[in-house]
Nanobody, 127 residues
Framework: QVQLVESGGGLVQAGGSLRLSCAFSGSSFSSYVMGWFRQAQGKEREFVAVISWSRSSTQYADSAKGRFTISRDNAKNTVYLQMNSLKPEDTAIYYC????????????????????WGQGTQVTVSS
C-alpha cells in the first residue's frame, strides 16, 4: 500500500520560494509516476505538475510553468516541488500523488488518474 507524506509547506511572502517534499513508501518508487495537485479553499483540486518514472518527462499546469519545478530522487524515494516567485493565488493545500501510469496530457481536473494521495501541506502566500 502506497503511503505519501508531504512536508515543506508554510507561510511566505509574495515573490518568495518554498520547496515541498513528498516521502513515498510501501511500494517501488521508481515504478510510479509522481504528481502534485493543489486545492484552494472553496475550489476543486487542480493539477500542478507531474514527473515520469525516470524523470525523463514532466508536465506543468499553465499557472506553474516557469515558476515551479518538479523533481524526484529515486534513491531517496522522494519527489519535490520547487516553487519560486510565489503569488497569493498559489495559496492552497498541496497534495502529493502517485500513479503507475503516465499520460500524454494532464488537464486541470485530472485527479481521477491518480490512486494514491498524501494528506496535504498548506501553502499560504501573503501579499
Amino acid at each position: 500500500q502506497v503511503q505519501l507524506v508531504e512536508s515543506g509547506g508554510g507561510l511566505v511572502q509574495a515573490g518568495g520560494s518554498l520547496r515541498l517534499s513528498c516521502a513515498f513508501s510501501g511500494s517501488s518508487f521508481s515504478s510510479y509516476v509522481m504528481g502534485w495537485f493543489r486545492q484552494a479553499q472553496g475550489k476543486e483540486r487542480e493539477f500542478v505538475a507531474v514527473i515520469s518514472w525516470s524523470r525523463s518527462s514532466t508536465q506543468y499546469a499553465d499557472s506553474a510553468k516557469g515558476r515551479f519545478t518538479i523533481s524526484r530522487d529515486n534513491a531517496k524515494n522522494t519527489v519535490y516541488l520547487q516553487m519560486n516567485s510565489l503569488k497569493p493565488e498559489d495559496t492552497a493545500i498541496y497534495y502529493c500523488t502517485a500513479s503507475p501510469s503516465y499520460y500524454a496530457d494532464y488537464s486541470t481536473n485530472s485527479s481521477g488518474l491518480f490512486g494514491s494521495w498524501g494528506q496535504g501541506t498548506q501553502v499560504t502566500v501573503s501579499s
